[in-house]
């Protein structure tokens, strides 16, 4: 789903079963989870910058971006962990979960190249998401969640909605 925010920039949101990785992994990457994941909630954010030369313009960007994941990702987590489900993110930062005990570190860009199929390439030691429409301005993030998809998306809504993001058809 595409939504818009009030600074016009796009934000690209696929709730998606988890790929084998994840599913293999799921002990070290969230202990304590006792039923398998349902879903990964990938939110692709636009940059009004790009981020394949670093500068200091580029590096406030991915915080401000960053920020933004983290205030929409717990709004939803919380709702969803308030139903009874597990529901954690991966810090883009850090790519340790925000509730879980760190484990193994987490990929956005490599969950987003496996699970959309989205090119990643390598540039002066970090990876780079090439989204279709986006190009490399671009910041992945992921949410995991034991939640069924229909309580996915009726939170999703509601979060998105507290952002002031509004659906772009």
């Known amino acids: 789903m595409l939504y818009k925010t009030s600074s016009g920039t796009g934000v690209e949101i696929c709730i998606i079963p988890p790929h084998r ?3 293999a992994h799921q002990q070290q990457l969230l202990p304590g989870w006792n039923v398998p994941i349902s879903y990964l909630i990938l939110v692709i954010q ?3 910058v790009s981020f394949q030369v670093p500068s200091a ?9 960053r920020t ?6 717990c709004g939803l987590i919380f709702a969803l962990q308030d139903c009874g489900y597990h529901s954690d993110l991966f810090d883009p930062r850090t790519g340790y979960p925000l509730i879980a005990q760190p484990g193994m570190v987490w990929d956005d860009n490599a969950v987003v190249k496996a699970l959309l199929n989205y090119s990643v390439v390598n540039h002066q030691q970090c990876s780079l998401v090439i989204h279709p429409m986006w190009q490399d301005q671009v910041y ?5 969640t034991t939640a069924p ?15 002031n993001w509004t659906v772009n058809y």
Do not use: M
């Open 140 to 144: 992945p993030a992921t949410i995991a």
């Open 57 to 65: 313009q580029a590096s406030l960007k991915k915080d401000e971006l």
């Open 149 to 163: 998809f229909a309580l996915v998306e009726q939170h999703l809504q509601q979060a998105a909605t507290c952002q």
């Open 68 to 73: 933004k994941f983290l205030r929409f990702g």
């Open 46 to 48: 636009q940059s009004s």
């Open 21 to 23: 990785f994840a599913v």
